[in-house]
């Protein structure tokens, strides 16, 4: 299946928020003001901002005073955590496809392309585990 354009969209949506509490904007931001400022289309955002509140990533106010902050400390959130809320913990290599016939070889070769993809995911999670969005952040300076 692999993974969508959110993963990206949602660590630009946290990095924007994050900046404007690192310049000391410790009121919410408005959804508003996200979409214009990254160009995401409103109902995009809002699917987005679901899914990372869902996830505590993020929560939200409503109201004049209103808009959406980090739940946590930037150095608490990792990509890890980004990427389970935003994909749902989905597959990024779909694995369910089965060879028709029962021939020893295709099967086995089945098996092994499966394995090594399954080990290539693993490490990606690894990797994005240890990253946290505060290295992010810390490119905008």
């Known amino acids: 299946m692999g993974y969508s354009l ?19 904007h ?3 931001v408005s959804a508003r003001s996200i979409a214009e400022a990254l160009g995401i289309a409103p109902a995009t955002l809002t699917k987005l901002l679901n899914s990372l509140r869902n996830a505590r990533l993020i929560e939200s106010r409503e109201g004049a005073r209103g808009g959406i902050r980090l739940a946590r400390a930037a150095d608490a959130i990792t990509l890890l955590d980004v990427l ?4 749902h913990d989905g597959p990024l290599f779909r694995q369910d496809w089965e060879v028709p016939l029962n021939l020893t070889k295709p099967t086995i070769g089945q098996k092994a392309v499966n ?3 399954q080990a290539c995911e693993e490490a990606l999670k690894q990797a994005l585990a240890a990253r946290k969005l505060s290295d992010l952040l810390r490119a905008l300076d």
């Open 26 to 28: 410790f009121e919410f």
């Open 115 to 117: 394995s090594q993809l």
């Open 84 to 87: 389970q809320a935003v994909e």
């Open 6 to 24: 959110s993963m990206s969209k949602s660590l630009l949506v946290l990095m924007f928020i994050g900046d404007k509490i690192r310049q000391g």
